[in-house]
């Protein structure tokens, strides 16, 4: 038809791209204008997205159930930690939505089971950190001797005992994280908000369409 | 025993050393002594300033992976906080707030003993509120500030947040004296959302590998000040004059740390020993 020659077939992706556009600069320029009516029209748009970022939990849910349900099916590979997954998965999530957070037998299980085992891992950072320290933190060259020099007396600034030794540690501590670790930590913060700044323009006005997961589609 | 031997000594015994002399204090508390930094005592500092009936927003952004070392900041800027006459709004923008909220008012081994806001005079509802746990990250971040009330409900006692008169007080980031955020991260979506679009003054309460990042912040004015790691809960612990967890386990860090620094000098040492022989 002549018709579609003209206009050419909205398709899914264009709409996604135009409430993306619209809705991505009007939440830019809102910022500038004190308007009260587009200003409150933002607010809403702001506790929709807050509404969203909940139910998107589900789509994680259910794309977790998923695939390891069909893992434990079939047997695949590693079946039994999918299986352990999906028991951890959903016993919390039952009792946590018909009995609530306060319900004893979920602060049991999130007191006894799910704080200590996120706690050993993390724990077990100081135990590598020190297997590093004496095994690979070595003054090999000019930049890992400047490393370790500094390395070490953050670790004396930091240790309050050291103050007591000699109050020197904290000074030179502070002038390292105040001097040395601001200017290095500038570069990365500027550099890391010019490249937010490009690539939400880009995701704008629609160069960048990685978050359509479009590839994926087409592979499924 | 030989430098070799010892340089290639089987991780297990360093394990053990670690294990051991992290015991010792736990067993038999040393004492060693603890001064309040500049930095702690900024955020001490502010807060004691602050005039009486501001309005305070307390984020619990951490996670139980922390432990101790963010839960007894949270702990210690709780106690502080209802210790003087301000409006407290508590609120979760991560996903384990609720959880580590309660742990903190009953007491547990992440935050310590128990806090009682009764033993301080506080209200529920009319001095310090829970208005529960907002999802989205950075959105929820900026939702909040635009409309503190965006969960309808209290998180405490599922209730219509009109009818709880603290929030009377609360409405936008406009009403916010201070916003305090215990976190792992997210540090800059924070600055981002609440200091550079409305200027509310910020204090963090960072893990130590986290805190590196804070200081260009801190130093251009954006953050007021923050409490780094156990050290600063301990340091805060004692500005309250209420010593607690953190302060109890200080002399298993500074043990520990020092054990570090050991290894780095001894493992240095037999590196440059075994080296030079290995060339004679």
């Known amino acids: ?220 | 025993m030989s430098l070799k031997k010892i340089s290639g000594l089987d991780a297990r015994y360093l394990y053990l050393i670690l294990l051991i002399l992290s015991s010792i204090p736990i067993l038999m508390p040393l004492g060693l002594p603890l001064a309040p930094s500049a930095l702690t005592r900024s955020a001490y500092d502010f807060i004691e300033n602050l005039p009486p009936g501001s309005v305070v927003i307390l984020d619990a952004q951490h996670s139980t992976g922390y432990g101790p070392e963010l839960g007894t900041q949270f702990a210690a800027l709780m106690k502080h906080l209802l210790s003087r006459p301000l409006k407290v709004v508590i609120v979760a923008l991560g996903a384990e707030g609720p959880m580590l909220v309660d742990m903190t008012f009953k007491g547990s081994t992440l935050s310590g003993s128990p806090i009682n806001p009764d033993a301080y005079g506080k209200v529920y509802g009319e001095d310090y509120i829970f208005v529960g746990y907002i999802a989205g990250g950075e959105t929820a971040i900026a939702a909040f500030a635009r409309n503190s009330w965006i969960t309808e409900v209290d998180g405490e006692q599922k209730k219509p947040l009109s009818e709880f008169p603290i929030m009377e007080y609360c409405k936008t980031v406009d009403d916010w004296s201070l916003a305090i955020s215990v976190s792992g991260g997210n540090f800059e979506q924070m600055v981002a959302q609440w200091y550079s679009a409305y200027g509310t003054p910020i204090i963090f309460g960072a893990p130590g590998v986290s805190a590196p990042r804070l200081y260009p912040y801190i130093g251009a004015g954006q953050v007021v000040a923050m409490l780094v790691s156990l050290t600063g809960a301990a340091e805060y612990e004692l500005l309250i004059r209420k010593p607690g967890l953190a302060a109890s386990l200080m002399d298993v860090l500074n043990l520990a740390q020092l054990l570090i620094v050991a290894s780095i000098v001894i493992g240095n040492i037999i590196y440059f020993a075994t080296r030079q022989g290995g060339r004679a």
């Open chain 1, 1 to 220: 038809m002549i018709g579609d020659e003209i206009v050419p077939e909205l398709r899914m992706r264009d709409i996604a791209l135009l409430i993306t556009f619209t809705l991505g600069f009007f939440m830019v320029f809102e910022y500038f204008l004190v308007w009260p009516e587009v200003n409150s029209a933002a607010t809403n748009f702001t506790r929709v997205c807050t509404a969203l970022a909940g139910l998107s939990a589900i789509v994680g849910v259910g794309n977790l159930t998923r695939t390891h349900s069909k893992n434990v099916i079939r047997r695949g590979s590693n079946w039994i930690p999918s299986m352990l997954l999906l028991i951890s998965l959903w016993i919390p999530l039952i009792i946590g939505l018909f009995l609530t957070r306060k319900d004893p037998t979920y602060v049991y299980l999130y007191n006894n089971l799910y704080t200590p085992v996120s706690q050993a891992f993390f724990a077990l950072l100081g135990f590598y950190i020190l297997s590093g320290a004496f095994r690979t933190f070595r003054a090999k060259s000019t930049d890992s001797i400047f490393l370790l020099i500094t390395a070490a007396l953050v670790f004396m600034g930091n240790s309050p005992v050291t103050g007591s030794i000699w109050p020197g540690f904290q000074a030179i501590k502070v002038w390292i994280m105040d001097n040395a670790n601001s200017a290095g930590y500038r570069g990365v913060i500027m550099g890391v908000a010019i490249g937010t700044i490009v690539t939400s323009l880009r995701i704008l006005i629609g160069r960048e369409t990685g978050y359509l997961a479009e590839r994926r589609a087409r592979a499924e």
